[in-house]
């Protein structure tokens, strides 16, 4: 495990010291646990987005023919 320094609005660093406690961890954990859920999101986004392009490219998915106009979407 590396260290990290950040620079940080004082009353951000105060809010986020007050959630820390009240969930019953530290700031440290509280930045951790964050940073982890985001890289595990953009993770699972990427394998997502992934899967669809191999579906479309392997022609997984059928799109059915195009019944509706520009003007429709929009109402004009």
Do not use: C, F
């Amino acid at each position: 495990m590396r260290n990290l320094t950040l620079a940080i609005e004082d009353e951000v660093l105060e809010a986020a010291r007050r959630l820390a406690l009240e969930h019953g961890t530290t700031l440290n954990q509280l930045v951790r646990d964050h940073l982890a859920d985001l890289v595990a999101r953009e993770s699972r986004r990427r394998a997502a987005a992934e899967r669809l392009k191999r579906a479309m490219r392997e022609e997984l998915v059928e799109v059915g023919p195009r019944t509706w106009t520009r003007e429709d979407l929009y109402g004009r």
